[in-house]
């Protein structure tokens, strides 16, 4: 099975032309079993898992989520989390200087 690439974005630099996203943030809280809110810093986005198996983090973790991304009728963005990595040992605040000096760039 091959992905299309997925673009990194911080959830407020993502935008309506965005199809495959992947986001690295903290898990805010879980919303159901299949559901969890995960916040960067800068904005928060609803994450689905219907299609991970076997997830194991729980709040405050750091993690990478690769998804497809959707806009709700509300205008609520939602990740379809395909893939999820555990980032706890991540220095977050790097990644984000260098997520910034990238994004110059681009």
Do not use: C
């Not at 983090?57 to 990740?79: A, C, H, R, T, Y």
């Amino acid at each position: 099975m091959s992905f299309p690439y997925a673009k990194q974005r911080m959830i407020k630099d993502i935008s309506i032309d965005d199809e495959r996203i992947q986001v690295t943030g903290y898990i805010k809280s879980r919303i159901s079993d299949n559901q969890i809110i995960l916040h960067d810093k800068t904005s928060e986005i609803n994450v689905n898992l219907i299609s991970v198996d076997d997830f194991k983090f729980k709040e405050n973790d750091l993690i990478n989520v690769i998804g497809d991304l959707e806009f709700q009728s509300s205008g609520e963005k939602l990740i379809i989390a395909d893939i999820v990595q555990d980032m706890n040992k991540l220095n977050f605040e790097y990644y984000q200087k260098l997520y910034q000096i990238k994004k110059e760039f681009d």
